[in-house]
T-cell receptor
Framework: EDKVVQSPLSLVVHEGDTVTLNCSYE??????LLWYKQEKKAPTFLFML????IEKKSGRLSSILDKKELFSILNITATQTGDSAVYLC?????????????FGKGTKLSVIP | EPEVTQTPSHQVTQMGQEVILRCVPI?????FYWYRQILGQKVEFLVS????????KSEIFDDQFSVERPDGSNFTLKIRSTKLEDSAMYFC????????????FGDGTRLSIL
């Protein structure tokens, strides 16, 4: 059975701190890994990673994939209260004719002023 | 930026009733998905849909569930006879293509079964 495990499950930091969120995975036929940010409603797409060692960056957020060790990290620098959310890691299961996502439980990040 | 829209945002229904959840995927997307998230739990895949047919479904998606694309824009999830355990947030998602394309999610419908 495919597995996606995120750690920590929750994290409380002060504004300005840097955080690192972890995602490890065990899936057959790995193709990509996705990070989403979930505030009150929809998971919002952040990054899709397909190649090892290539950092993807968007503002204060960055992410990298290690296909040998089967994990990814999501970094957020200079955190702001608006970064408070649940961060979800997901891996597509490459079954025939579909690309269903298997999600981890998420990391709940709380940024306090 | 184009987005996936879902209606209603909240649906309250008596057990045993039928519900239809509606979604308008992003217009140039070809693959459509339904997921659900029971309070406090993971987001779980229900079904994927392409070219007017189901491509894959999970074990959650039993005979009580059905999906349809009744016209060129809407994508619906029907639950025929709701049970208490169907209470969850239901998310619709779409992607431009199969393969390495991100899925974009709607804001969800919170379904509460009484």
């Amino acid at each position: 059975e495919d597995k996606v495990v995120q750690s920590p499950l929750s994290l409380v930091v002060h504004e300005g701190d840097t955080v690192t969120l972890n995602c490890s995975y065990e899936v057959t036929n790995f193709r990509s890994l996705l990070w989403y940010k979930q505030e009150k409603k929809a998971p919002t797409f952040l990054f899709m990673l397909t190649s090892s060692g290539i950092e993807k960056k968007s503002g204060r957020l960055s992410s990298i994939l290690d296909k040998k060790e089967l994990f990814s990290i999501l970094n957020i620098t200079a955190t702001q209260t608006g970064d408070s959310a649940v961060y979800l890691c997901a891996v597509p299961y490459s079954g025939a004719g579909s690309y269903q996502l298997t999600f981890g439980k998420g990391t709940k990040l709380s940024v306090i002023p | 930026e184009p987005e996936v829209t879902q209606t209603p945002s909240h649906q309250v229904t008596q057990m045993g009733q039928e519900v239809i959840l509606r979604c308008v995927p992003i217009s140039n997307h070809l693959y459509f998905y339904w997921y659900r998230q029971i309070l406090g739990q993971k987001v779980e895949f229900l079904v994927s849909f392409y070219n007017n047919e189901i491509s894959e479904k999970s074990e959650i998606f039993d005979d009580q569930f059905s999906v349809e694309r009744p016209d060129g824009s809407n994508f619906t999830l029907k639950i025929r006879s709701t049970k208490l355990e169907d209470s969850a947030m239901y998310f619709c998602a779409s992607s431009q293509n199969w393969g390495d394309q991100p899925q974009h999610f709607g804001d969800g419908t919170r379904l509460s079964i009484l």
